[in-house]
């Protein structure tokens, strides 16, 4: 065996008991998620085919051109991945290998960090090297350190704000409340002092992203791919001045990344992203028109589990990637993910005003809809309907004269406290009303693993007089009867699986019961007969039933007294 054939062996041996190290980061827990290589190739595959549908069959990795970014490299899977790729595809057009890898990480290959440390990993993962120039790098041509993984600091843009009764040291008021003008971070939570990282991502901290490229990597660069997993979101302190306990509530910024990458008008834009803009996302209502609207989203790779794409890791809602095509003007086809079945369907994305997110269930909502009945929404509160919040305890445990019970949760419990009904200075024309209560939170949203959820937690009635914190939303009725036919009627399964249809989180607000029909509340309901009203076929009826839970009566779930 020659020295070749048994270094060739070694290598190969090494290889099945060693991981990819990129593959051994992949599980780690944080709102800027590590994509598995497995996935990054996922994503490379559907950019291969739908290159070789438009190009004749022609392979895009055999194309010394084509040019590809990930603005947002964390890890440098993607870049690396594209690297091997193009290594292998463009062999005929240059046989020499020194040669050939040195024109793709100079001429093909460009990524930006998202902090320092990343862009380290992603050239340590591209050039073999933290230092592009160095002497292990298998690149040979670039002047510097960075070579085409660029990242330097960024700084946000604040504005806004209002003066505190505080005083600096130079015994001027500060000016506290602002946020960033490109990302909407705080200054609060993300001021920080040189040498910690700002957060402040380079590929949406600009007035021009396009002359922003230019700047980085010269004036006559275009790319034709740009890839990548962007961070999802950044804390921020809760706005509502009656949350005493002043959440962190996190704000989405995907979508900041999305808009930046189609403004630089490449061929084509694939992207991780959360899937909880398809129906629903703090501040998400025009990312998701705009979504839903544009033809050029050609494909759609959905995962309700996101520990199927990152162990360990749950993304509420789920993980899903799209690949948006300059030249497509049609249907999408979707493919939604569930261990090893993939069901796919070509899909106008615009039908309705949000993304249902399971073909198999369009044709039911369609049959619902074509009634052309009025939303339950109608009889429906207002999240906050009588203005306390969910840590409201402005309320005493005993009743005394002038009282109405007051509904709200603790730990898990039902309770029932007491509160003068002249303290009701909110929506004060429902406490005589009979309700019919459900919480707005805490239980399954739909279907990560495909198997059946409840969706809600049990409705309970509640008596006139009576009054809620956020806690539960409320559907007010008339009297006791209506309020028990109401009930029948949320506990069937063709209500609640409607309901899931809009409810991709555990927060179930008022909007998630757009697509419930009301109904005359004069009988008890039953699925039976809410499948003939609506016309559901057996295999409709078995698919409703395949997804959601029964869901039974009793006095367990009844508030009791604090």
Known sequence: MTLIETAQKAALTLQRHNPDVLTCIANL????????PEFANRMLDTVERTWADANGGANIWADPQVTFLDPFTKSGVFLREIVKRLTRGLENWMPDLQSRVDHIVTKQVFGIGITQLTALLARRSVYCSKLANGPHSIAKSFDDEDGNIWFQRTEHSWEGGHYSDKVGPDGAQVLVGRRCRYCGATEDEYGRESGLETHAYAFIHANDIKARMSELFGADMQFDV??????????????????RLGRVRDRPIYQRFVRAAKAIEPRYITMVTPSRWFA??????????EMLSDKRVRNIVDFPASSEVFPG?????????FLWDSTHNGGTTVTTVRGSNADSAIRDLDEFDIFVRDSRAVTILRKVLSHAEPSIRGILSADKEFGWTSNFDAFHSEERPGDVPIFYNRQGKRLIGYIARSKVAKSADLIDSWKVMVPSAGFEHGGGDGKAIRVLSTPFIAPSPSVCTQTYLFFNVETPAQAESLQSYLVTRFVRFLISLRKITQHASPATYTWVPIQAWDRNWTDAAVYEKYGLAADEQAFIESQIKPMSLDSSSQPRNS
């Open 280 to 289: 629903g996302g703090l501040g998400l209502a025009a990312f998701r028109d």
């Open 226 to 243: 740009i890839i990548g997993n962007p961070p999802y979101q950044l804390g921020a302190q809760s706005e509502d001045p009656a949350d």
């Open 313 to 321: 890791v749950d993304i509420s809602g789920g993980i899903s990637y």
């Open 29 to 36: 827990s944080n709102d800027e998620v590590f994509t598995p």
